[in-house]
């Protein structure tokens, strides 16, 4: 009786600990968090415009972070900005589905089957190193100047990196939990669900992460080379402006393909963290 009433005060006197902590952290991973971010914007900010002064490019051909930031307040305000990236984002979200799609079936097919991982393991990852520009000429000859010739591309650049994600993840399952699976009766499918597939999320996660990255980069690419019309567009954006020599709305569209790209990246971060803290993985400091 008496351990049992020492072991309730020391589980109290924990949770009060652990208690401050999580007051006491969270304004200082708000910092930590924001510091970084806010000096790194500095930072840039004052280079680009040491570099602005240095003049080796007139104004018109590099535009100051001012002059920069002044044309992307502008857009802000603009219906056709927020059509542009409503139109860029469910190309974006569209193609990387599928991507997905294709990436886990091909990656579940070649990690369990011997005589196909021989055949076509090395042309996934060929295919994940071919440039995505390189494979426009053939969309286009394929399917014209439309929306599934964007979308062709996209999911030919994602599709490997969400494979070979998922291939990694079954390689590293260990061998006890598939004859754990095997002993409770799950087959094929059943054993896919319940242990492969959740014992190879970190790696699949890294996948999808690799397989976002080619998928944004082969969305701009094809949004720059095939024009729709009246589809506005980020790329049509980035392609109307250099046409145009208007350097400031050209650097205001880069500005807003980075910060979408920094919020998946972040999107994606939060996912690892919440993977890792379920795993118990997630590292405590003081």
């Known amino acids: 009786?008496?351990?049992?009433?020492?072991?309730?005060?020391?589980?109290?006197?924990?949770?009060?600990?652990?208690?401050?902590?999580?007051?006491?952290?969270?304004?200082?991973?708000?910092?930590?968090?924001?510091?970084?971010?806010?000096?790194?914007?500095?930072?840039?900010?004052?280079?680009?415009q040491a570099v602005v002064l240095a003049g080796w490019w007139p104004e018109y051909v590099f535009a100051g972070p001012v002059t920069t930031l002044t044309e992307l307040g502008h857009r802000l305000g603009e219906a056709e900005f927020y059509q542009a990236v409503a139109v860029t984002m469910r190309r974006a979200v569209t193609g990387f589905a599928a991507?997905?799609?294709?990436?886990?079936?091909?990656?579940?097919?070649?990690?369990?089957?011997?005589?196909?991982?021989?055949?076509v393991g090395s042309l996934i990852t060929g295919l994940q190193t071919m440039p995505s520009i390189a494979w426009f000429p053939l969309a286009i000859l394929l399917f014209g100047l439309s929306e599934s010739a964007i979308l062709f591309v996209v999911v030919l650049g994602a599709a490997p990196s969400v494979a070979n994600g998922l291939i990694a993840g079954v390689d590293y399952t260990p061998p006890i939990l598939l004859r754990a699976g095997h002993m409770l009766?799950?087959?094929?499918?059943?054993?896919?669900?319940h242990v492969i597939l959740p014992a190879s999320l970190p790696s699949f996660l890294a996948g999808l992460k690799q397989g976002w990255a080619f998928a944004w980069r082969s969305l701009?690419?094809?949004?720059?080379?095939?024009?729709?019309?009246?589809?506005?567009?980020?790329?049509?954006?980035?392609?109307?402006?250099?046409?145009?020599?208007?350097?400031?709305g050209l650097l205001a569209t880069m500005i807003?393909?980075?910060?979408?790209?920094?919020?998946?990246?972040?999107?994606?971060?939060?996912?690892?963290?919440?993977?890792?803290?379920?795993?118990?993985l997630h590292q405590v400091t003081d």
């Open 185 to 193: 009766g799950f087959r094929r499918l059943a054993l896919y669900r």
């Open 256 to 280: 807003v393909i980075l910060a979408i790209g920094i919020l998946i990246d972040r999107l994606f971060g939060a996912a690892d963290g919440a993977l890792r803290r379920r795993w118990g």
């Open 1 to 48: 009786m008496a351990v049992d009433t020492h072991a309730r005060q020391i589980a109290g006197l924990d949770a009060l600990e652990l208690a401050d902590r999580r007051r006491a952290g969270l304004a200082t991973r708000a910092w930590s968090g924001l510091w970084p971010v806010a000096s790194a914007i500095a930072i840039t900010l004052l280079a680009w």
């Open 99 to 119: 991507a997905i799609a294709v990436g886990l079936v091909v990656g579940a097919l070649v990690s369990r089957i011997r005589p196909l991982r021989r055949a």
């Open 220 to 248: 701009m690419a094809g949004e720059l080379l095939v024009i729709i019309a009246n589809r506005p567009s980020l790329g049509e954006q980035l392609h109307f402006a250099r046409e145009l020599a208007d350097s400031a």
